[in-house]
T-cell receptor, first 117, second 106 residues
């Protein structure tokens, strides 16, 4: 079945540094990938929709200059948290949609737990 | 009011019990998804439904488009089913329910 690889699974970084999270579709092409954030005991919240070859669409309240999204190929999207602060500590997860529709509509990565100290 | 409401919020069951988790939504949808999130955070897509009923092993998902309601059933529940079950609706802009935390005790 469709697989989305996300890494790192866990990262601890110092306040003020930047962290890059990768989301890769392994056996299908994804023109669209989605980035979500989940705070403890809360539901997933869509942050942005990433389209291959074009600028990402950000949800209201999500700072595009802080959460840089790049979707340079049909199999890779990256989320970079710039100048991270402790309040950015969260669980980040991506999902990808298979344009061939041979697989279920959305496949999720395993998530990245970011801790900013 | 949230666009996607799940109930119950928490559910504890004994091994072998039949489990039902409900999801109601208020927006038009192209599909409804049931997701399973394990304690480590990883998410598995269980079902994608646009009508009727689907079954995978001990899991059954149903949807009533007219009533904007879906249910996830687990038959013969097992401790390994313990997880958070999330209902999500929509197309490109998927919206999530708050999740149902299921604990199945041996």
């Amino acid at each position: 079945g469709a697989v989305v690889s996300q890494h790192p699974s866990r990262v601890i970084c110092k306040s003020g540094t930047s962290v890059k999270i990768e989301c890769r579709s392994l056996d299908f092409q994804a023109t669209t990938m989605f980035w979500y954030r989940q705070f403890p005991k809360q539901s997933l919240m869509l942050m942005a929709t990433s389209n291959e070859g074009s600028k990402a669409t950000y949800e209201q309240g999500v700072e595009k200059d802080k959460f840089l999204i790049n979707h340079a190929s049909l199999t890779l999207s990256t989320l970079t948290v710039t100048s991270a602060h402790p309040e950015d500590s969260s669980f980040y997860i991506c999902s990808a949609r298979d344009i061939s529709r041979q697989h279920p509509g959305y496949t999720f990565g395993s998530g990245t737990r970011l801790t900013v100290v | 009011k949230n666009e996607v409401e799940q109930s119950p919020q928490n559910l504890t069951a004994q091994e072998g019990e039949f489990i039902t988790i409900n999801c109601s939504y208020s927006v038009g949808i192209s599909a409804l998804h049931w997701l399973q999130q394990h304690p480590g955070g990883g998410i598995v897509s269980l079902f994608m439904l646009s009508s009727g009923k689907k079954k995978h092993g001990r899991l059954i998902a149903t949807i009533n488009i007219q009533e904007k309601h879906s249910s996830l059933h687990i038959t013969a529940s097992h401790p390994r089913d313990s997880a958070v079950y999330i209902c999500a609706v929509g197309g490109n802009d998927m919206r999530f329910g708050a999740g149902t935390r299921l604990t199945v005790k041996p």
